[in-house]
């Protein structure tokens, strides 16, 4: 069964970084596209980053400059280097990975960001 499992969330203080991992488990092909959203309390999920199997990535506007989205194919990950976090990244940050034109979710990792 197709899974996507996050890590590396936790606290940080503004200004901080911390880089989140996602593992496609149960996957024997590198998916399609894989992507990070994030979803902070109270409001709706938002797309954050997506990286497509040949490397394109794509971002939204308010962490252009400050995150990362990066895969390794042979080991079926993808990463979200977060760098110059602000409190507004506070969120529970999900991984979606496109797997033969399914999408699965992972269960999703804590990020919160202290002034």
């Known amino acids: 069964q197709v899974q996507p499992v996050e890590s590396g969330g936790g606290l940080v203080q503004a200004g901080g970084s911390l880089r989140l991992s996602c593992a496609a488990l149960?996957?024997?092909?590198?998916?399609?596209?894989m992507n990070w959203y994030r979803q902070p309390p109270g409001r709706q999920r938002e797309l954050v980053a997506t990286i497509s199997r040949d490397g394109d990535t794509n971002y939204v506007d308010s962490v252009k400059g400050r995150f990362t989205i990066s895969r390794d194919n042979a080991k079926k990950m993808v990463y979200l280097q977060m760098n110059s976090l602000k409190p507004e990244d506070t969120a529970v940050y999900y991984c979606k990975i496109n797997y033969f034109g399914t999408n699965y979710w992972g269960q999703g990792t804590q990020v919160t960001v202290s002034s």
């Open positions: 149960g996957i024997i092909f590198s998916p399609n596209a």
